[in-house]
T-cell receptor
Framework: DTAVSQTPKYLVTQMGNDKSIKCEQN?????MYWYKQDSKKFLKIMFS???????INETVPNRFSPKSPDKAHLNLHINSLELGDSAVYFC???????????????FGPGTRLLVL | AQSVTQLDSQVPVFEEAPVELRCNYS??????LFWYVQYPNQGLQLLLK??????LVKGINGFEAEFNKSQTSFHLRKPSVHISDTAEYFC???????????FGKGTTLSVSS
């Protein structure tokens, strides 16, 4: 019973391609996130959705577009992949309580993206 | 703006020794602080969190942390580590709006026998 799942786990692709990473949570949470972890293991928030509404959109290139078809899913589509996009992408979710999303965030296992 | 500094990038220790992983934060508002652990090739898992109340917070796997407002620190401690504690440890602070986490750069804890 995986709480937060991501597919695929590994993704190897050529520069210029378009790819998507899917995330699903079965915890009934209201808020979902995408984080990027670089080669030095630095972890940074990219996007946050609450009940399918975009809450956080950090300084991420327009080539990255999150899509939330419903509360349990938050997918990440990346256009025109670049070498610098190589990283581990983590999806996470948390329960929203009155606008404060300070509750525990549950992370998926990560998607390791390698752009050649 | 909020920020987190983890003072040690790598901490090697022997099994059954005590360990302290240091974390300092910077914030102009009340903070909420977290420690997450990442085992090799896995996602992050919450160890413990400080939202309010007692400054000594106990977490899973025998870890604890102490919130020190005057020193703006939230150091993580364990009195006796195991080989299985080998992992990457991340300190995090909530952003000003309370809508996301800002992570430190992580500390690699390596426990050897």
């Amino acid at each position: 019973d995986t709480a937060v799942s991501q597919t695929p786990k590994y993704l190897v692709t050529q520069m210029g391609n378009d790819k998507s990473i899917k995330c699903e949570q079965n915890l009934g949470h209201d808020t979902m996130y995408w984080y990027k972890q670089d080669s030095k293991k630095f972890l940074k928030i990219m996007f946050s959705y609450n009940n399918k509404e975009l809450i956080i959109n950090e300084t991420v290139p327009n080539r990255f577009s999150p899509k939330s078809p419903d509360k349990a899913h938050l997918n990440l589509h990346i256009n025109s992949l670049e070498l610098g996009d190589s990283a581990v992408y983590f999806c996470a979710s948390s329960q929203d309580r009155g606008g404060l999303r300070l509750e525990t965030q549950y992370f998926g296992p990560g998607t390791r993206l390698l752009v050649l | 703006a909020q920020s987190v500094t983890q003072l040690d990038s790598q901490v090697p220790v022997f099994e059954e020794a005590p360990v302290e992983l240091r974390c300092n934060y910077s914030s102009s508002v009340s903070v909420y602080l977290f420690w997450y652990v990442q085992y090799p090739n896995q996602g992050l898992q919450l160890l413990l969190k400080y939202l309010s109340g007692s400054t000594l917070v106990k977490g899973i796997n025998g870890f604890e942390a102490e919130f020190n407002k005057s020193q703006t620190s939230f150091h993580l401690r364990k009195p006796s580590v195991h080989i299985s504690d080998t992992a990457e440890y991340f300190c995090a602070v909530s952003n000003q709006a309370g809508t996301a986490l800002i992570f430190g750069k992580g500390t690699t804890l390596s426990v050897s026998s």
